[in-house]
């Protein structure tokens, strides 16, 4: 199970270890358990630069003041199926979780429910959040905006931020449809490029600080990111720019401030919709049509290198289950560098090194 | 303005052919004239394939019965602020307008309206609907299903439709910001391939009829067509089934039926979410701040190959100002194709040969 260039960890090992780090981190202990499990969520299901690897960022954050944990989400203004809430600068995770749960008690009510949130902070995967509406048989959307690292279509400079979207499905006896993609290339595989030392990447991905398409990763790490799709990562991402920053009246595309600025606040945000199947055809029929397009999906013979089509969302799902068996694969490089930033928060992380 | 190859089409001669075909297809006066609208409004902004040249298409399925004018929506089922709604196989342009209406008015009400609709026929560009709402200051999203001609990421075989997205965001002093996009490689475009001898077309846009990779277009459109960016696409495609086909109880996936059996229903259909931003953080609030993103966005340098930057719909909107000047450009050869396929379906056309 482990090399001298890396380990697994067990799913409780690293569930420890986060609970140890955010509670010197001042994270009040509920908080800190709602953390722990969004932020494995992510380490289990793959998405690695969402999990544990991102505690010394958060840990920067927190000790600069820009995240504060024990803060709530705020509800400025309410309707009957909407809230503009403000994130207060809380955790990204527990304001995140608020807000879905605001919109499913509105959706439940109303049948459709709306919440966007500024004010906000990273807030990991999206799909942890959806995925707790699909949990509830319900649908929904969510966005998410961030700092202006991608340039528009036909542009050469940084726009909007590689902005995610969302969704979850309820599957019935199936699991949940999940999605949940960036809108732009992705700023973490760019800079992974640049520290393994890869002499190339595709000429689609990215644009120099002149705003030239570059192959070149330091180079692109200095620059521009670009939509991906094209027009349609480009529509995507405005959209997302409009309903979370836009419709909450804050940041909004070049005003979404640096994230590398931590000691001020970094007010990015996340807009939700949920929907009630029961509104419409009503929940028995929904999930049978979506157990049919689910079941269709997986029965179409897989292309060439594909062993089988999958419903999105299979993949993570996969992977969780293989992890929580085997543990959390880690580069053992990538542990030390995250231990020794860590250390210079002034984290105590001695009894974490192997 | 004219040459023997193509000609130009002044927009009043073309409104008056549209008026002219479909009354002799028993559409009836009022629906015509909306219907022209929204056909001209295609033909203006470029989408020449939702345009006067789609009229043999909706001229066919009228005469067999696919299509039927004087339909209207029905609603199945609602609440304050949902609406499950039964196309009754009418035109899809006027069901997808009813249909804005009563998400409209509910979202006016209620801050939120969304409006599934079932048992429709092609409607067109989304773009024209999305407008709609836009011009009221409501922010809008639209999802279309269609014929499963497209495969799956990582399948042989067609699973859901080019199944579009789009949104219309209102703009205060500027044009709105309208994005209308199909989630796969387009067919009609590769249609257009094969017609004009293209010898090979690129390889990330179709598979041929076994689910093999092709740069061939004849092999290509005799096969599956491909998801616009991998997994963003298919994600997209499969959350437009979802909200049109199974929140409605009906077409999904693969048994949206084929759009050639003319013969019996279609019975694909469309999604519509309606949002007001008076509920958020204000209407005023909400114009200024898109006035900041769409001017950020005009602000940024181009780059090489781009005049400028543009914010979705602002090529459209050109193109239809430059088209209401310069008449609708027209190759004679579609042109003429058109007006015999016309013909097929005993639509008298003799007074607009040319």
Same mark, same amino acid.
């Given at each position: 199970?482990?090399?001298?260039?890396?380990?697994?960890?067990?799913?409780?090992?690293?569930?420890?270890?986060?609970?140890?780090?955010?509670?010197?981190?001042?994270?009040?202990?509920?908080?800190?358990?709602?953390?722990?499990?969004?932020?494995?969520?992510?380490?289990?299901?793959?998405?690695?630069?969402?999990?544990?690897?991102?505690?010394?960022?958060?840990?920067?954050?927190?000790?600069?003041?820009?995240?504060?944990?024990?803060?709530?989400? =705020?509800?400025?203004?309410? !309707?009957?199926?909407?809230?503009?809430?403000?994130?207060?600068?809380?955790?990204?995770?527990? !304001?995140?979780? #608020?807000?879905?749960?605001?919109?499913?008690? =509105?959706?439940?009510?109303?049948?459709?429910?709306? /919440?966007?949130?500024?004010?906000?902070?990273?807030?990991?995967?999206?799909?942890?959040?959806?995925? %707790?509406?699909?949990?509830?048989? %319900?649908?929904?959307?969510?966005?998410?905006?961030?700092?202006?690292?991608?340039?528009?279509?036909?542009?050469?400079?940084?726009?909007?931020?590689?902005?995610?979207?969302?969704?979850?499905?309820?599957?019935?006896?199936?699991?949940?449809?999940?999605?949940?993609?960036?809108?732009?290339?992705?700023?973490?595989?760019?800079?992974?490029?640049?520290?393994?030392?890869?002499?190339?990447?595709?000429?689609?991905?990215?644009?120099?600080?002149?705003?030239?398409?570059?192959?070149?990763?330091?180079?692109?790490?200095?620059?521009?990111?670009?939509? =991906?799709?094209?027009?349609?990562?480009?529509?995507?991402?405005?959209?997302?720019? /409009?309903?979370?920053?836009?419709?909450?009246?804050?940041?909004?595309?070049?005003?979404?401030?640096?994230?590398?600025?931590?000691?001020?606040?970094?007010?990015?945000?996340?807009?939700?919709?949920?929907?009630?199947?029961?509104?419409?055809?009503?929940?028995?029929?929904?999930?049978?049509?979506?157990?049919?397009?689910?079941?269709?999906?997986?029965?179409?013979?897989?292309?060439?290198?594909?062993?089988?089509?999958?419903?999105?969302?299979?993949?993570?799902?996969? #992977?969780?289950?293989?992890?929580?068996?085997?543990?959390?694969?880690?580069?053992?490089?990538?542990?030390?560098? %995250?231990?020794?930033?860590?250390?210079?928060?002034?984290?105590? /992380?001695?009894?974490?090194?192997?």
């Amino acid at each position: 199970m482990t090399s001298k260039d890396s380990f697994y960890i067990p799913v409780e090992e690293a569930r420890s270890f986060c609970l140890d780090v955010y509670r010197q981190l001042n994270v009040p202990e509920d908080e800190n358990i709602q953390l722990a499990d969004i932020i494995l969520d992510a380490s289990l299901r793959g998405v690695d630069t969402h999990g544990i690897l991102i505690s010394p960022i958060y840990a920067q954050r927190i000790r600069s003041g820009q995240m504060i944990p024990g803060r709530h989400l =705020k509800i400025d203004k309410e !309707t009957s199926t909407t809230a503009l809430t403000d994130a207060c600068q809380g955790l990204g995770q527990t !304001t995140s979780v #608020e807000g879905m749960e605001i919109a499913l008690e =509105k959706a439940r009510a109303h049948s459709l429910g709306a /919440v966007t949130i500024y004010n906000q902070s990273h807030n990991g995967a999206l799909s942890y959040y959806v995925r %707790m509406a699909a949990d509830q048989n %319900m649908v929904a959307l969510m966005f998410g905006n961030s700092t202006p690292r991608v340039a528009p279509y036909g542009g050469r400079a940084g726009l909007h931020g590689t902005n995610p979207v969302a969704f979850g499905i309820p599957g019935g006896p199936h699991a949940p449809m999940v999605c949940d993609f960036a809108t732009a290339a992705s700023g973490a595989a760019i800079r992974q490029a640049v520290e393994d030392q890869v002499p190339s990447i595709p000429g689609n991905l990215a644009l120099d600080r002149d705003g030239n398409p570059t192959t070149d990763p330091a180079a692109a790490f200095d620059g521009w990111l670009l939509p =991906k799709g094209g027009t349609m990562g480009y529509g995507l991402a405005l959209l997302a720019d /409009v309903l979370v920053g836009a419709l909450s009246g804050s940041c909004c595309g070049p005003d979404v401030p640096p994230v590398q600025d931590i000691e001020s606040p970094y007010c990015c945000g996340s807009f939700i919709l949920v929907i009630d199947p029961e509104a419409f055809i009503g929940l028995e029929v929904f999930l049978r049509r979506v157990g049919f397009l689910i079941e269709s999906a997986q029965a179409i013979q897989p292309a060439d290198g594909f062993d089988r089509v999958r419903i999105p969302g299979e993949r993570g799902q996969e #992977e969780k289950e293989r992890r929580r068996r085997e543990g959390i694969p880690m580069p053992r490089r990538s542990w030390e560098q %995250m231990l020794q930033a860590l250390e210079a928060c002034d984290v105590d /992380v001695a009894q974490w090194w192997r």
